[in-house]
């Protein structure tokens, strides 16, 4: 079974000061608690069958996620529950817990897509911040800033829970009821998200490493409105799916058989006010311009039209074995459900996911891929060894999509 506890309770509640607040205090929370007196004690008792448990801290939420045995669901609903609930937050726990955040954040540093993607997201405007200046920022937290942002996010009312697995009615009237009964120290309701619009960047971002010897890219182009209809974003999918989804793909697939790309990826970013289509990838200068070339060519043949029927029946072949696929895990069924009942306030209705996808037309994915283009609102950032020159002319070959 699958438990996720997610709270918007992420770093835009706080002050850039404080940043690493909301962090700290999802790496402390797991810890020692009102009956285990050492976060090793209860990681023993958690763990001790098997079960997993992790958090994690973004911009907007954090959560607290735990997969075990079938015959212990209920244990450690109880253990993840109690931990959820009755956190100490001791200062020696908060000595150790500081020293991991700054080990990871270290460690986060060297993903160089990472730091140009955070990068890029400040200089957008929006809730973000880089691992390096998160390291230091952290010397301004105290104890008692964790403290605080545990009761002012933490309640019941601020909570979404997602749990998968074989869950028969008896069971799932249990699960309720142990939830319903968890007393949680504040009363605070539900905490709305940020309004946030990226600002289009006037000139390209670089972050000039040496030492890296290819470029790390990232095109951002934004929808100033989200997508929101499920048939919409199904139909983005596909499109996604036919310029980088798979080996055969129009941008990844004519990018290999050249040997210009490794790895060349793509996807979709939906936020409450905007959505941001994104490619991305690592490749060397001297194969860079024809990858962007490649890149202009196949997002202009799908804006006019240029899509087979054969191609749109490969999208969608593939994406109803991808649902099946993820049917087989409780992880990924839970996955699913995640983004939109935790941040859209939406349920997805899963057993009709299949319909979605078979109704995906070819009109609906050039639709979709024009509503997006039609704003004009785009940026690039590099990262890695670029001159002058190569920038602009790379700049030059994006513009000619809009």
Known sequence: MTLEFQFIAGEFLVSKKKWEVPHLMEHMLLGANDKYPKARLFQQEFEKNGAYCNASTGA?????????????????????????????????????????????LISRN???????SLAMRKKYG???????????????????????????????????????????PGKEKKIKNMIDQAQFASEIGRIELPDEMPKMLKTPLVIENKT????????????NKPIKKPSERRALGATNHLLTGTLYSRILGEARERGWAYSLSSDVAYNKDFSI??????????????????????????????ISDEEIEQAKEYALGSFQRGAQTVGSIANSYSWKYCYENSVI???????????????????????????????????GTADKELVKNLESKIQQIF
């Open 126 to 168: 929006l809730c973000a911040e880089t691992d390096k200046h998160r390291i230091e920022l952290m010397k301004n937290i105290e104890l008692k800033d964790i403290v605080n942002h545990y009761k002012k996010t933490h309640s019941a009312s601020n909570m979404r829970f997602i749990v998968a697995g074989n869950i028969p």
């Open 349 to 383: 209705k899963y057993d009709k996911i299949p319909e979605l996808i078979k109704g995906v037309t070819k009109e609906q994915c050039v639709s979709v891929a024009r509503k997006i283009l039609k704003d004009k609102t785009w940026s690039i950032g590099f990262l």
């Open 277 to 306: 289509w994104w490619f991305g990838g690592q490749i060397s200068r001297k194969n860079i311009g024809g990858i962007f070339d490649l890149i202009v060519k196949e997002i202009k043949d799908i804006e006019a039209g240029n």
């Open 110 to 116: 060297n993903n160089y897509f990472r730091q140009l």
């Open 212 to 223: 890296v010897e290819n470029l790390h890219f990232y095109i951002d182009i934004i929808a």
């Open 60 to 104: 907007y939420g954090i959560s607290y996620v735990a997969e075990c045995a079938d015959f212990e669901w209920e244990r450690i609903t109880d253990l993840l529950l109690l931990a959820i609930t009755k956190p100490k937050f001791l200062e020696q726990e908060y000595k150790g817990e500081y020293g991991n955040v700054e080990e990871e």
